[in-house]
Nanobody, 119 residues
Framework: QVQLVESGGGLVQPGGSLRLSCAVSGTIFKIDTMGWYRQAPGKQRELVAA???????NYADSVKGRFTISRDNSKNTLFLQMNTLKPEDTAVYYCNLKGWQPGKYLTNWGQGTLVTVSS
């Protein structure tokens, strides 16, 4: 089984920065996409940033120019650098990995990490 463990959330003032990490463990035959989603209170979960199957990146319009997704393959870790944070970025942030194990396609989620942007 694949496990995703997020860390790095917390309380930050508007204009501040945070770096989220997602540690990936377990075995997956081939990764399709990896990324970050978020869910604010009363809202649906939405894509924040992701690596596509081709290795390029996608960002939500609301975070373009402020957030950067990256990964360290040697440490099986996914990152999300968040700069110039705004109150509307407040949400639980989830790490997501989609890919194949022999005979099946899997979608894996972490437990989430809370980011609160407030003065």
């Amino acid at each position: 089984q694949v496990q995703l463990v997020e860390s790095g959330g917390g309380l930050v003032q508007p204009g501040g920065s945070l770096r989220l990490s997602c540690a990936v463990s377990g075995t997956i035959f081939k990764i399709d996409t990896m990324g970050w989603y978020r869910q604010a209170p009363g809202k649906q979960r939405e894509l924040v940033a992701a690596f596509t199957s081709g290795g390029s990146t996608n960002y939500a319009d609301s975070v373009k120019g402020r957030f950067t997704i990256s990964r360290d393959n040697s440490k099986n870790t996914l990152f999300l650098q968040m700069n110039t944070l705004k109150p509307e970025d407040t949400a639980v942030y989830y790490c997501n990995l989609k890919g194949w194990q022999p005979g099946k396609y899997l979608t894996n989620w972490g437990q989430g990490t809370l980011v609160t942007v407030s003065s």
